[in-house]
């Protein structure tokens, strides 16, 4: 039988290039799934030299003939969503009539930027770095079964009187818990009906769509956001995302059965990076801002350009951690790797690569459960020679440089899963497919 379901996640921190191969893979697909996250995700696709920064469209839209959903596990920012509408419509493409989306998704709404961006400022060191983009309080108030869905924009009168107890309840606590200025209920109810305008036309029952496609034998693709060790349960707690960012996310956060999954495809930097605050073992410490620290951690930073495609913000960079991808490994049931930006190591003499950590007088293979223990974790390194030649846009496994390739071979070892495509450059054109996914 042939792979028709392919799940394509995050094995690190985010930002290892899921968009790009999503967009690649795509042309296999009838539709694109969203299933978790916001507009918080950052993905880049650079086609033909030119480049398109998605959030919370699917990759996918770039290719006239899939569909893209955006599925129940996903929060809308409706704000966002129009903006991405309209600046994709201006290419040329056609958004409105490919995109469907979850009656069910919980909607962002004003109140819960504003909770956001006043709980990190509350934090102060302690602060988890979010996008400030409202997303850890809209899953809260999902799970509190207060939010307000995008079905909802389905009857204004109704939404109405529940967005004005919700607003009051939460300038409740912006008001006398964080001290900053409340927002108002008018406000936020006047955009309403321009949300309602934009995304009613677009509401469908996507586990339908998803079971239609799959009587048909027609494959789907499931693109996750940010990353596994970003997951609400699995990842470095409380310096994580809120939502399910591995693969199983893909089943209730888009309604498929797991059984229907057949492919995981693990997007994997050849290196590690980190955006916001939270434990990172291998991190080579460099600032931009003061052009101070490590020295091979500017040359990935820089050669790598390590700026986040949402918040612009200086990703930390660091050394491959095995021991971290082990985990992904387990909990996502990785099938395959992608290893993305092996071209950034072109210039090192020598890589690092973690192989386990030292904790309490111990050595381990897999992390531990929450932050406080990861940050008493010593890493144990590995040192492999460099290949210092250029990989850039190499089309045949035979070309790499010797050294890559052992390189490669002893990640796959590491982590116990085989590498199956390979990223040879940001462009569609620059990759290299070891094993057809969908085979
Ligand atoms: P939030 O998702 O905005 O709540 O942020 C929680 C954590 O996830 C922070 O460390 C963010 O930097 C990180 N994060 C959220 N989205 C992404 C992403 O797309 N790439 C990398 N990190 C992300």
């Known amino acids: 039988m042939s792979k028709r379901n392919l799940v394509v996640v995050g094995t690190q921190w985010g930002d290892e290039g899921k968009g790009k191969?999503?967009?690649?893979?795509?042309?296999?697909?009838?539709?694109?799934?969203?299933?978790?996250?916001?507009?918080?995700?950052?993905?880049?696709?650079?086609?033909?030299?030119?480049?398109?920064?998605?959030?919370?469209?699917?990759?996918?839209?770039?290719?006239?003939?899939?569909?893209?959903?955006?599925?129940?596990?996903?929060?809308?920012?409706?704000?966002?969503?129009?903006?991405?509408?309209?600046?994709?419509?201006?290419?040329?493409?056609?958004?409105?009539?490919?995109?469907?989306?979850?009656?069910?998704?919980?909607?962002?709404?004003?109140?819960?930027?504003?909770?956001?961006?006043?709980r990190e400022r509350a934090r102060g060191d302690l602060a988890i770095g979010t996008t400030g983009r409202g997303i850890g309080p809209a899953y809260?108030?999902?799970?509190?079964?207060?939010?307000?869905?995008?079905?909802?924009?389905?009857?204004?009168?109704?939404?109405?009187?529940?967005?004005?107890?919700?607003?009051?309840?939460?300038?409740?606590?912006?008001?006398?818990?964080?001290?900053?200025?409340?927002?108002?209920?008018?406000?936020?109810?006047?955009?309403?009906?321009?949300?309602?305008?934009?995304?009613?036309?677009?509401?469908?029952?996507?586990?339908?769509?998803?079971?239609?496609?799959?009587?048909?034998?027609?494959?789907?693709?499931?693109?996750?956001?940010?990353?596994?060790?970003?997951?609400i349960d699995h990842g470095t707690y409380p310096y994580v995302t809120s939502s399910n960012t591995t693969a199983g996310g893909a089943t209730s956060g888009a309604g498929i059965g797991p059984c229907q999954l057949d492919y995981v495809l693990g997007i994997t930097k050849a290196y590690a990076t980190r955006v916001g605050g939270g434990p990172f073992?291998?991190?080579?410490?460099?600032?931009?801002?003061?052009?101070?620290?490590?020295?091979?951690?500017?040359?990935?930073?820089?050669?790598?350009?390590?700026?986040?495609?949402?918040?612009?913000?200086?990703?930390?960079?660091?050394?491959?951690?095995?021991?971290?991808?082990?985990?992904?490994?387990?909990?996502?049931?990785?099938?395959?790797?992608?290893?993305?930006?092996?071209?950034?190591?072109?210039?090192?003499v020598e890589i690092k690569v973690c192989t386990a950590y030292e904790y309490q007088g111990k050595t381990i293979n897999f992390p531990p459960a929450s932050a406080d223990e990861y940050d008493l974790c010593q890493p144990v390194y590995e040192t492999l020679p460099g290949w210092q030649s250029s990989t850039v846009g190499i089309e045949c496994w035979d070309d790499l440089p010797e050294q890559a390739k052992a390189y490669i071979h002893y990640l796959e070892k590491q982590v116990g899963v085989p590498v199956s495509i390979l990223s040879t450059g940001p462009d569609r054109a620059e990759t290299l497919i070891l094993q057809d996914v969908f085979a």
């Not at 480049?51 to 699917?58: M, S």
């Not at 050394?319 to 990785?334: I, K, M, P």
């Open 21 to 118: 191969i999503v967009d690649l893979l795509t042309d296999r697909v009838a539709a694109v799934v969203r299933f978790q996250g916001g507009h918080n995700a950052g993905h880049t696709l650079v086609i033909d030299g030119k480049k398109t920064v998605l959030h919370l469209i699917p990759s996918g839209i770039l290719r006239e003939h899939v569909e893209c959903f955006i599925g129940n596990g996903v929060v809308l920012a409706p704000d966002a969503l129009k903006k991405e509408v309209e600046q994709l419509e201006l290419t040329g493409l056609s958004v409105k009539s490919r995109l469907k989306i979850s009656e069910a998704c919980p909607l962002i709404l004003d109140y819960h930027v504003a909770l956001d961006q006043a």
């Open 140 to 231: 809260e108030d999902k799970v509190a079964r207060r939010g307000l869905r995008a079905g909802d924009l389905k009857n204004l009168p109704k939404m109405k009187n529940i967005l004005a107890e919700t607003v009051d309840y939460h300038n409740f606590m912006l008001q006398n818990y964080y001290k900053v200025e409340p927002i108002s209920f008018e406000a936020v109810w006047e955009k309403c009906q321009a949300y309602a305008d934009l995304i009613v036309p677009m509401l469908a029952d996507v586990p339908s769509l998803i079971d239609g496609y799959n009587r048909e034998g027609k494959s789907l693709l499931f693109e996750g956001a940010q990353g596994t060790l970003l997951d």
């Open 281 to 348: 073992p291998t991190e080579l410490v460099y600032s931009v801002a003061e052009d101070s620290g490590d020295a091979i951690g500017k040359q990935l930073g820089e050669r790598g350009r390590e700026f986040g495609a949402t918040t612009g913000r200086q990703r930390r960079c660091g050394w491959f951690d095995a021991v971290a991808l082990r985990r992904s490994a387990q909990v996502n049931g990785l099938t395959g790797m992608c290893l993305t930006k092996l071209d950034v190591m072109d210039e090192l």
